[in-house]
């Protein structure tokens, strides 16, 4: 069955521009994560949908960066005046219900690059 | 300090090797312990998921968790070419987030 897309897959931004990225999720998993994947590193939480609701968006690293997602399936991660730090892959995970044991699944990411 | 401790590696392996890669983490609140492999440009995909402290078997792969030292292990037996990937630790049950280490690339030769 399908997983987890995400698109696009590739990004590249001038430093200033705004970007959206989107999400969808594995059909009727109520869960939606965001992470961010620096290069070298670990993916990091960024925030967290249960159906529309955004119960978590502790991770998001300043108010440039927004989630959406307003019909409970697809999301849409926008990051306004990009900067050269926001260089990353942004990896999208759904699970089925919203438990803490639910297994993630992840998307392939959206490389963005920022010049 | 990071909540999840994991060497990066590289680790450069004949084939047919034992593979050990370890964790540490720091707050004892953490509950569940997943190994995630990641391959290159694609996103990470679960290997193995433990509750417990103890071990747990799947096919080549062994996970094993010591709570009392705040440790996780994964052991890949007869490694193969096909297990090059990075593989990331991540930990779970403190809220709904997966708090992730920052993978160790493996390389398997042939």
């Known amino acids: 069955g399908a997983g987890v897309s995400q698109s696009p897959r590739y990004k590249v931004a001038k430093r200033g521009q705004d970007v959206a990225l989107r999400c969808d999720p594995i059909s009727g998993h109520v869960s939606l994560f965001w992470y961010q994947q620096a290069l070298g590193q670990g993916p990091e939480f960024l925030t967290y949908f249960q159906n529309e609701a955004q119960l978590d968006k502790s991770g998001l690293p300043s108010d440039r960066f927004f989630a959406e997602r307003p019909e409970g399936s697809v999301s849409t991660l926008k990051i306004q005046r990009t900067q050269q730090e926001d260089s990353a892959v942004y990896l999208c995970?759904?699970?089925?219900?919203?438990?803490?044991?639910?297994?993630?699944?992840f998307g392939p990411g959206t490389r963005l690059t920022v010049l | 300090q990071k909540e999840v401790e994991q060497d990066p590696g590289p680790l450069s392996v004949p084939e047919g090797a034992i593979v050990s890669l370890n964790c540490t983490y720091s707050?004892?609140?953490?509950?569940?312990f997943m190994w995630y492999r990641q391959y290159s440009r694609k996103g990470p995909e679960l290997l193995m998921y433990t509750y417990s402290s103890g071990n747990k078997e799947d096919g080549r792969f062994t996970a094993q968790v010591d709570k009392s030292s705040k440790y996780i292990s994964l052991f890949i037996r007869d490694s193969q070419p096909s297990d090059s990937a990075t593989y990331l630790c991540a930990i779970g049950g403190y809220g709904n987030k997966l708090v992730f280490g920052a993978g160790t690339i493996l390389r398997v030769k042939s």
């Open positions: 707050n004892s609140a953490f509950q569940y």
């Open positions: 995970a759904s699970s089925l219900a919203g438990k803490s044991t639910d297994t993630q699944y």
